[in-house]
């Protein structure tokens, strides 16, 4: 049966392309994104696509490379700069994005200049500590085979060089799941898509902890694999 129905021109119509599961797929009231916006190709995303392409990076260091070449052009060498290289670049793609993340909170909250940049600066240091420790052993262990780039590839070095730079490969696997998801969380409680931030912020705590933990010992254990490069190697 058919009915006259008047439209108000004062009432808003929604288009039917916003309704999706769920539930209409706008914006909150404050004007906010709601939090199924971040979760769905949103920075979670970008985090886990660099995870990936992280650990990507440590197969070629630990599957790749492990034969030796007698003109030294190709060997371990080369999959550790390569393998190595992937993870700091997905590394430092994070970092970037945490930062254009930080530095727009900081806009939305419109604090005082000093205080917003010095809220910014203390919120993305403190934020990225783990991911600066673990770049710069990463760069570290990356300098060393350049340097001894053709010893390395012919097998010219104390097998004990060997074994502690396999060590080294099993502790970076675990710092680098330690600080994506350490930053995950981070962003999650800044963005506001995490509902427990007392739970979330232990942790954080405790993914801190274990981050700075595994640097400790990569640490000394690269500074070993230094030594072994610089007073044990030979050239035949």
């Known amino acids: 049966m058919p009915t006259n129905t008047k439209i108000d021109p004062k009432k808003p119509i929604y288009p039917m392309e916003n309704i999706s599961r769920g539930g209409l797929v706008g914006e909150n ?3 906010s994104k ?5 979760n769905r190709g949103g920075y979670e995303y970008i985090i886990n696509s660099m995870m990936l392409i992280a650990i990507v990076g440590m197969c070629i260091k630990i599957f790749f490379g492990n034969e030796i ?9 080369n ?4 393998g190595y290289g992937v993870v700091t670049f997905s590394i430092l793609t994070v970092m970037f994005i945490s930062f254009a993340i930080f530095d727009k909170i900081r806009k939305i909250e419109n604090k005082g200049l000093f205080d917003s940049v010095f809220g910014f600066l203390k919120t993305f240091i ?4 783990p991911s600066f420790l673990t770049l710069t052993i990463l760069l570290w262990v990356i300098t060393l085979n350049s340097s001894f780039f053709t010893r390395i590839n012919q097998g010219k070095v104390a097998k004990e060089y060997y074994q502690l730079s396999a060590g080294t490969s099993f502790l970076f696997l675990f710092q680098i799941f330690a600080i994506f998801f350490y930053l995950k969380t981070y962003i999650g409680i800044k963005t506001g898509t995490i509902s427990d931030k007392k739970e979330a912020s232990m942790t954080i705590s405790r993914l801190a902890f274990a981050t700075y933990f595994m640097c400790a010992i990569n640490l000394v254990v690269v500074g070993m694999m230094t030594i072994i490069l610089n007073f044990f190697s030979t050239d035949g």
């Open 34 to 38: 709601p939090a199924s916006y971040y």
């Open 69 to 77: 070449s007698k003109d030294g052009s190709y060997g371990r060498a």
């Open 29 to 31: 009231i404050d004007g």
């Open 79 to 82: 999959s550790t700069i390569y």
């Open 126 to 129: 403190t934020s990225s500590a």
